[in-house]
């Protein structure tokens, strides 16, 4: 089995878009790739495809690792082998070649993000010296009719969100939902205020709406302000389907679960290498 290496770069980013669709054809969850999610997950995540890599066995491409850096860290954003070439060795080759490549870079840090019942790939990264920070878990919500609303909410620059979530949120939050990933983003995206709670939600006009950050200034915390915002703003969007991505920290989930969000099967494990 002769393997090599390439950038994805080099490899296309066409070519790398159909390779990911191939390696996640089977994946738990269905997800498919276009060209327009793809570079909207490179600005946002920060994705480089420079330092991004595509494996060819014999010639073949067979594997593909999005990279995103930050600073003296870097993300594994995401990983896949197309089926034919699973089992045989190539992804413990391409994690090894890409830890490899961090620590030629003077990297500090290495992370990542797996769904929790994927054994294959847990236990693959697991084996690289790869540990969990912390269980990520999602959530969602029925949609509620529209209700007498008390409070006006104001609408914010995401950008001034992203401030205080860098301040004030936990420490070590899931790369997506960090402060300096928040800032990437823009309409149809929006940011709004109550008192002292922040929210941020993906595009309202549609059916399903992704909370994306709820934060609350530390001094304002224990008083109810996010739940009275978040509250407020569903009752002004009724019918919508209210849903928490499985990136959000298992330690704030009590907060969705005490205003009537329900817990999803799908979880992650958010994992993290010192080099």
């Given amino acids: 089995m002769d393997l090599l290496i390439k950038s994805a770069l080099e490899h296309g980013i066409e070519n790398t878009v159909n390779l990911m669709n191939l390696g996640f054809a089977d994946y738990l969850v269905k997800i498919n790739f276009d060209l327009v999610t793809v570079m909207e997950r490179v600005r946002y995540d920060g994705i480089d495809l420079a330092k991004s ?5 014999d010639g073949d491409p067979v594997g593909v690792a999005l990279i995103a850096q930050r600073g003296w860290s870097r993300r594994l954003a995401a990983m896949a082998i197309v089926p ?3 089992f045989h060795g190539v992804g413990k080759w391409l994690m090894a070649h ?8 003077n990297d500090r840090r290495m992370v990542l993000e797996v769904i929790e019942n994927n054994e294959p790939a847990v236990n693959l990264y697991r084996s690289c010296g790869f540990r969990m920070i912390r269980r990520l878990v999602s959530y969602a919500s029925p949609s509620i009719e529209a209700g ?3 409070a006006e909410l104001e609408e914010i620059d995401i950008h001034d969100v992203s ?7 936990f420490p070590d939050l899931p790369w997506q939902v960090s402060g300096e990933s928040l800032v990437q983003l823009g309409p149809p995206n929006q940011a709004f205020r109550l008192d002292l709670a922040y929210i941020v939600v993906s595009d309202l006009s549609k059916q399903q709406v992704a909370i994306r950050s709820i934060l609350v200034e530390p001094v304002a915390r ?21 849903q928490v991505p499985a990136i959000c920290p298992q330690e704030i ?14 979880s992650q494990l958010q994992m993290a290498l010192t080099l």
């Fill in 84 to 86: 034919h070439a699973r």
């Fill in 98 to 105: 890409l830890i490899a490549d961090a620590k030629s870079n």
């Fill in 163 to 169: 401030g205080l979530v860098i301040a004030h949120a």
């Fill in 148 to 150: 007498v609303v008390f």
């Fill in 253 to 266: 989930g009590s907060f969705f679960e005490k205003v009537g969000f329900e817990k999803q099967p799908l």
């Fill in 53 to 57: 890599r595509v494996v060819l066995q």
């Fill in 222 to 242: 224990g008083q109810g302000q996010a739940r009275n915002l978040l509250s407020t703003l569903m009752k002004m969007h009724p019918d919508k389907e209210w």
